[in-house]
């Protein structure tokens, strides 16, 4: 089956005074959490840290973050991310509840614990999370994806093969949804329907390497 979990794991624990010591960001942030620290310059310094692939560092300013604004969901949710990063899923898994708790209608938060808990092998919990998300948004390709993961995982090809549909009409130009349905037409015991779904896909994009790949797998295993 093909996986796009994109979500890596996480757990933070306190920041030692030699990582602190490492972890300098830019003057005017740097400044502003001396003179005024806020949840907000905290937030600003952990992105700044995240996009300089300093995770570690990210992972304590969102902490600081969250100690300030204990309400705030982007901040648990920003945490929750930079704990995936850096490989801590439980902790990641806890704070993206969080976040939802504080924001039910937030689709990253969402989809960001379905993600996490797929990763983590709790598939139902991680049904139920994508399927609320679909309740606030029906196209969300990420969430029908990874509910065809799921079911795909489960075997429950024909669910699989449902949601890869809707998610292929809301992305269309997405080669790997596609690649994921023919898969899905093969275990389910239509390889007629694989390799119109692959072969396609071969014509329409020749140089995916998966494409032809798993078009000859299907003919090989027919």
């Not at 093969?186 to 032809?212: M, Q, W, Y």
Request: charged share 15%.
């Amino acid at each position: 089956m093909l996986s796009r979990i994109v979500l890596a794991t996480v757990i933070l624990g306190a920041v030692s005074p030699l990582q602190a010591a490492q972890c300098s960001g830019p003057s005017d942030l740097e400044r502003s959490i001396q003179t005024a620290p806020s949840a907000g310059a905290y937030s600003a310094l952990g992105a700044w840290f995240a996009q300089h692939h300093q995770v570690n560092c990210a992972v304590g300013a969102f902490e600081k973050a969250v100690q300030l604004n204990p309400n705030s969901w982007q901040a648990h949710f920003n945490l929750g991310l930079a704990l995936l990063e850096s490989k801590h899923q439980n902790r990641a898994i806890s704070e993206f509840r969080s976040a939802v708790k504080r924001n039910p209608s937030s689709v990253p938060a969402r989809n960001a614990l379905g993600a996490a808990l797929q990763a983590a092998g709790q598939w139902d919990e991680a049904e139920a999370d994508f399927k609320a998300v679909l309740q606030l948004d029906p196209h969300s390709t990420f969430a029908l994806d990874h509910l065809g993961q799921i079911y795909s995982a489960e075997r429950r090809y024909s669910l699989a093969i449902e949601r890869w549909q809707e998610a292929i009409r809301s992305s269309p130009a997405d080669p790997e949804l596609r690649i994921s349905l023919g898969v899905a037409y093969a275990n389910n015991g239509d390889p007629k329907r694989a390799i119109e779904t692959l072969a396609a896909l071969v014509r329409s994009t020749p140089n995916s390497a998966a494409a032809h790949f798993n078009l000859a797998t299907v003919y090989a295993d027919n």
